[in-house]
């Protein structure tokens, strides 16, 4: 995960983990990568 960066659109949401029936709202920076705008890589 590489966050903000240029063809990145950065979002303003909530994020909610679901475990076991648990919900937790977790902090997260989220951003959606506009394809073909740079070569950019996914790592795991």
Not at 20 to 34: F, L, P, Q
Request: charged share 20%; with cysteine; net charge negative.
């Amino acid at each position: 995960m590489t966050g903000p960066g240029l063809g990145k659109i950065p979002l303003s949401c909530s994020v909610e983990l679901v475990l076991d029936n648990e919900k937790m709202n977790i902090e997260a920076e989220v951003h959606i990568h506009v394809r073909g705008w740079s070569k950019a890589f996914v790592t795991t």
